[in-house]
């Protein structure tokens, strides 16, 4: 499973009274990472994947610390935890790599439900082959999905 990596610069105008990013921006930080991994990496040239529109149907966001400004990118992670016949999961983690001085730093963890979605019909529309292929290569299933698979198989087996 692969991860798309972002990195997103952090401007003045993001902060607030408070000194910090405020939670609205990290809303666009993630729009960012978000077109960044399903537009800029659609497959193939001339590829009309994820370029009819798409909307988002819900967002969750656990902001776990503050984040000042500095002039250093934050990166943001992406991967794909759901893909349905007409939506699919993003997750993200906004944060700073480990380092040698330093542990990994997570400031936001975070999830999209987006739906594809047909301008021109005023619709949702269905997850293609191509974009399916596609987001399978970014597939994570969260744990207890795949603990449920591996019950599910044993249970099969001890029948």
Known sequence: MARHHYRCPLRWADMD???????????RYLEEARIDFMFRLAPGEGSESFTGGSVVARHEIDYKLPLVHRHEPVLIESWVTRIGAASLTIRYEVKDEATE???????????????PYNLA???????????????????????????DRR???EGRLAA
Not at 101 to 115: I, L, N, Q, S, W
């Open 151 to 153: 019950k599910g198989a």
């Open 121 to 147: 019909e005023g619709r949702p529309r269905r997850i293609t082959d191509e974009e399916r292929v596609f987001l399978q290569e970014y597939l994570e299933e969260p744990a207890s999905r795949v603990a």
């Open 101 to 115: 001085d330093a542990p990994e730093t997570v400031y936001v963890r975070a999830e999209t439900v987006v739906v």
């Open 17 to 27: 009274a408070f000194g910090h990013v405020n939670n609205v921006v990290f809303l």
